[in-house]
C-alpha cells in the first residue's frame, strides 16, 4: 500500500487544512448528509478524494459505497444501475454512497440523466462529485451547461494556500515512523512548495527515498 493510501486520514479531525470546507461539511453532516449532492472541487492532492470518502464512510459502509474513479466511464447503464439501487436500504448503516472523481468528463447525456436523479435522491443517499477547478471551469468550456448539476449540489471548495508548512509537519512525521526521513523540516517545506502543496506528491516523493 502506497504511503499516500496508508496514512490517508479517516475522519474529518484528522483532515489537515481547509478548516471552513471542512467546518461546513461537519455542519452538513450533522444535520444529515443523507439526500444531497456535494460537488468537492480544489486543486490536486488537497483532500479532496479523502473528504468524499469520510462523509460517504458517515452514512455507509465500504461494500455499500460505489466509488467511480473517472466520470467518463458513466454510462447509461451505469445510471440505470445506480438509480434502481439507490432506491434500496443498504445493510450495515443503512445508506449508500456514489462518488464520482474526475467529474468534469462527464458527458452531456450524463448530466441529463443526473439532473433528474438527482432532484430524489432518497434521504439514506449522498452523492459526492470531486474534480479540480480546472476541470469544473472545462465543463463550461467545452460548451456544456453544467450550471443545471451544480446548482442541486453543495459546493464545497478547497484551497491549496498555506498548506505548506502543515503538510511539510505531516509529511516528516510520516517519514519518521517509515524511516524515511533524513532532512530537516525546512526541507520538506521546500518540498511542500515544489510539489504545489499537492501532500499525494510529497509522499510519493518521499516512499522514493527523496528525503533519506
Known amino acids: 500500500m502506497q504511503l499516500y493510501e496508508k496514512y490517508r486520514p479517516k475522519t474529518l479531525g484528522a483532515v489537515i487544512g481547509n478548516s471552513k470546507a471542512v467546518k461546513t461539511i461537519a455542519r452538513l453532516m450533522q ?3 443523507g439526500g444531497r449532492a456535494l460537488w ?6 488537497i483532500g479532496k478524494s479523502t473528504l468524499a470518502r469520510i462523509i460517504a464512510g458517515s452514512i455507509a459502509d465500504e461494500f455499500s459505497i460505489v466509488e467511480l474513479d473517472s466520470a467518463d466511464s458513466i454510462n447509461t447503464a451505469t445510471l440505470d444501475n ?3 439501487t439507490m432506491q434500496l436500504y443498504a445493510f450495515g448503516k443503512g445508506g449508500r454512497a456514489y462518488l464520482v ?3 468534469h468528463s462527464l458527458k452531456k447525456s450524463a448530466i441529463r440523466r ?3 436523479m438527482l432532484e430524489r435522491i432518497p434521504d439514506h443517499v449522498v452523492f459526492i462529485f470531486t474534480t479540480t477547478k480546472e476541470g469544473e471551469q472545462k465543463l463550461f468550456d467545452d460548451n ?3 450550471s443545471p448539476l451544480l446548482s442541486r449540489c453543495a459546493k464545497i471548495e478547497l484551497t491549496n494556500q498555506g498548506l505548506a508548512k502543515p503538510f511539510a509537519e505531516h509529511c516528516r512525521k510520516i517519514a519518521t515512523i517509515e ?11 521546500k518540498l511542500a512548495q515544489n510539489c504545489k502543496n499537492n501532500c499525494r506528491q510529497m509522499l510519493m516523493e518521499i516512499e522514493s527515498g527523496r528525503m533519506l
Not at 468537492?40 to 492532492?45: E, K, L, Q
Not at 524511516?179 to 517545506?189: A, F, M, V
Open 31 to 33: 444535520n444529515g448528509i
Open 114 to 116: 443526473l439532473l433528474g
Open 82 to 84: 445506480i438509480d434502481r
Open 101 to 103: 472523481n474526475e467529474s
Open 144 to 146: 456544456i451547461d453544467a
Open 179 to 189: 524511516k524515511l526521513n533524513g532532512r530537516p523540516i525546512e526541507s520538506y517545506i
Open 40 to 45: 468537492i472541487s480544489g486543486a490536486s492532492g
